[in-house]
């Protein structure tokens, strides 16, 4: 039996994870791979309120911020990504704790201590993790034709510190991918990758 594979998708917002989430699910289809795409924040309601906090509607300290992420990540993990992982399939995950780290960062936590909060709840690791390399101008630009509405984290400024932050923290085993290319093409270069792990 083939080990099923936990894949992780990071990049600031704009940078082609919803896209790419699910180009990578048909590229596993193809290697007949049994394969499920969740997001977080996940649609439990531990998710439905970051969202809420993420559009405005609610305030959080930056404490309860780093909390909310952490119960919704327990409900990301033990209701959707173990029992996948368990019944051998696979996991592609858009946003998990890396997220938490360059969005939540400040001066009171700082991105690696958030990643250490999140370590401690032994949360499972990534078997490969993707970073959707894109500078912040050119990720904002595309998401201006995307016709959502908009939250709180979306000016550039905010974006640039938020593409530090995960520079900061991503550890050595990342898989950068370059971004700006055309979806195919970043298929090809993910393809390369994939196919160490099957
Ligand atoms: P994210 O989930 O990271 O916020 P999306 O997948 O929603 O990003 O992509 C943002 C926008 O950019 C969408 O309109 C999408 O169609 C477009 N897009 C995604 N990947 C690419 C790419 N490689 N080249 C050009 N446009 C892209």
């Known amino acids: 039996m083939m080990k099923p594979l936990f894949i992780v998708i990071e990049g600031i917002d704009g940078s082609g994870k919803s896209t790419f989430t699910k180009n990578l699910r048909e590229l596993l289809i ?3 791979r049994t394969t499920v795409c969740f997001a977080e924040p996940t649609s439990y309601d531990s998710g439905i309120y970051i969202r809420r906090f993420l559009k405005g509607e609610v305030m959080l300290s930056k404490k309860e911020q ?5 119960v919704d990540r327990e409900n ?7 029992p996948n992982l368990k019944q051998n399939i696979d996991v592609i995950l858009d946003r998990y704790y890396y997220s938490t780290c360059a969005y939540q ?3 009171e936590f700082d991105a690696k201590s958030i990643l250490n ?5 032994n949360f499972p690791s990534p078997d490969i ?4 390399d894109i500078s912040p101008e050119q990720a904002l630009e595309r998401t201006k034709t995307r016709n959502s509405e908009k939250e709180i984290f ?3 400024e905010k974006q640039k510190q938020i593409y ?3 520079k900061k923290i991503l550890p050595g085993s990342t898989n950068f991918l370059d971004a700006s290319l055309s979806q195919d093409s970043i298929i090809d270069e993910a393809k390369k990758i994939l196919i160490k792990f099957l």
Do not use: C, P, Y
């Not at 780093?66 to 952490?70: T, Y």
């Open 76 to 82: 990301s993990v033990q209701k959707n990504i173990l």
């Open 164 to 166: 530090s932050e995960f």
């Open 154 to 156: 979306d000016s550039i």
């Open 30 to 32: 193809t290697f007949n």
């Open 105 to 107: 960062a400040s001066d």
């Open 129 to 132: 993790l993707f970073f959707l």
């Open 66 to 70: 780093i909390d909310a992420f952490l």
């Open 117 to 121: 909060l999140n370590l401690k709840k």
